[in-house]
């Protein structure tokens, strides 16, 4: 199967694309945002695609001298293209260290920011980014070593909602390092190759270029494939268990408001514990549209609470919602 056969079938299984969208595409200039961008030409010029607009957004972090090489390069395939192009110059070490933040860390808030920017400006529907099969086996490798959990082996999503719901694509996600390679020969692109991604300063670029490498030669050669069956296994078994979730939490439910939401202590305790879990993640989210900063331990410490039963006992586990137990209901009070 060639590589826009692949990217053509990722698009209709998820339904990545529909007809009349405006799509705001993150190129930086470099094989894998250049293959999609020209995979998505090529599939619309065939007519294989529904009908859609695309924009390029492209930053330069201003962090190596061939960064504006890679800008000029962008824009000028886009003007060929006749694609709108929308460039942001952005001094990402100096904004790091204003920030205390790591330059990789900033560098990203930055990309998305601007994205974001970009989408809400020309009012397009969707953000398309090129992560691809082997950013995947990266992503639950390096999620693995921070142990994650189960839901850090879904690794990245073909389709996301953010909080805000922004919707995310990425059409190569079944498509290999090799394999877009292979397409920027074949079609004579020329990207840019950012150099930096081959030094081991960053965690990614050390399970990038030693880790992965490792375990190809000593224990699979096929570990990037092996690594995205696994995400896609946790991926429909995390659909299954949120489908449960919510099934669960709507038969609990006693009350739903603004800032609070109250659920029955009793069907609360017929459930496993797992579903408990993920109740406690999805009824914070409705009530404060985030789960950021909830963490496993406050996770157990709420299902302890509600176990122990104690009258007035409550949690405050980020500042934001308030947990409270008392005559037979779990109540969630935002802060």
Same mark, same amino acid.
């Given at each position: 199967?060639?590589?826009?056969?692949?990217?053509?079938?990722?698009?209709?299984?998820?339904q990545?694309?529909?007809?009349? +969208?405006?799509?705001?595409?993150?190129?930086?200039?470099?094989?894998?945002s250049?293959?999609?961008?020209h995979?998505?030409?090529?599939? /619309?010029?065939?007519e294989?695609?529904?009908?859609?607009?695309?924009?390029?957004?492209?930053?330069?972090?201003?962090?190596?001298?061939?960064?504006?090489?890679?800008?000029?390069?962008?824009?000028?395939?886009?003007?060929?293209h /006749?694609?709108?192009?929308f460039?942001?110059?952005a001094?990402?070490?100096?904004?790091?260290?204003?920030?205390?933040?790591?330059?990789?860390?900033?560098?990203?808030n930055?990309?998305?920011?601007?994205?974001?920017?970009v989408?809400?400006?020309?009012?397009a529907?969707?953000?398309?980014?090129?992560?691809?099969?082997n950013?995947?086996?990266?992503?639950?490798l390096?999620?693995? !070593?921070?142990?994650?959990?189960?839901?850090g082996?879904?690794?990245?999503?073909?389709?996301?909602k953010?909080e805000?719901?922004?919707?995310?694509v990425r059409?190569l996600?079944?498509?290999?390092?090799?394999?877009?390679?292979e397409?920027?020969?074949?079609?004579?692109?020329q990207p840019?190759?950012?150099?930096?991604n081959?030094?081991?300063?960053?965690?990614?670029?050390?399970?990038?270029?030693?880790?992965?490498?490792?375990?190809?030669?000593?224990?699979?050669?096929?570990?990037?494939?092996?690594?995205?069956?696994?995400?896609e296994?946790?991926?429909q078994?995390?659909?299954?268990?949120?489908?449960?979730?919510?099934?669960?939490?709507?038969?609990?439910?006693?009350?739903?408001?603004? +800032?609070?939401?109250?659920l029955?202590?009793?069907?609360?305790?017929?459930?496993?514990?797992?579903?408990?879990?993920?109740?406690?993640?999805?009824?914070?989210?409705?009530? !404060?549209g985030?789960?950021?900063?909830?963490?496993?331990?406050?996770?157990? +410490?709420?299902?302890?609470?509600?176990?122990?039963?104690?009258?007035?006992?409550?949690?405050?586990?980020?500042?934001?919602?308030?947990? !409270?137990?008392n005559?037979?209901?779990?109540?969630?009070?935002?802060?």
């Open positions: 199967m060639t590589i826009e056969n692949k990217v053509l079938e990722t698009i209709k299984k998820y990545l694309i529909e007809k009349e +969208d405006k799509l705001v595409i993150g190129v930086s200039g470099g094989p894998d250049m293959a999609l961008l995979i998505l030409l090529t599939l /619309q010029e065939k294989q695609i529904p009908s859609c607009t695309l924009l390029v957004a492209h930053v330069n972090h201003m962090l190596r001298k061939e960064a504006d090489e890679e800008t000029a390069y962008v824009e000028e395939f886009c003007r060929l /006749q694609i709108p192009c460039v942001k110059r001094k990402v070490e100096e904004l790091a260290q204003k920030a205390k933040m790591g330059t990789e860390e900033m560098g990203r930055i990309r998305y920011q601007f994205f974001e920017e989408r809400q400006k020309e009012k529907q969707k953000i398309v980014t090129a992560h691809h099969a950013d995947n086996a990266e992503t639950v390096m999620n693995i !070593l921070r142990g994650s959990g189960t839901a082996l879904r690794g990245i999503e073909p389709i996301r953010n805000k719901n922004v919707v995310f059409p996600l079944n498509c290999t390092k090799e394999e877009i390679y397409y920027c020969e074949e079609k004579k692109l840019k190759i950012d150099k930096s081959q030094e081991n300063v960053y965690n990614r670029n050390k399970v990038r270029n030693i880790l992965i490498p490792f375990l190809e030669k000593e224990w699979n050669p096929n570990i990037v494939a092996t690594l995205n069956r696994l995400s296994l946790a991926r078994e995390n659909q299954y268990l949120e489908r449960q979730t919510q099934k669960a939490y709507g038969d609990m439910v006693l009350e739903e408001g603004k +800032d609070s939401i109250v029955s202590l009793k069907k609360w305790n017929g459930q496993d514990f797992v579903i408990k879990s993920r109740v406690i993640r999805y009824t914070i989210n409705r009530l !404060l985030t789960t950021k900063d909830i963490e496993k331990i406050h996770i157990e +410490d709420i299902i302890k609470l509600c176990e122990n039963n104690v009258g007035n006992k409550y949690l405050i586990p980020n500042k934001k919602v308030k947990v !409270l137990v005559k037979g209901k779990i109540f969630f009070l935002e802060q």
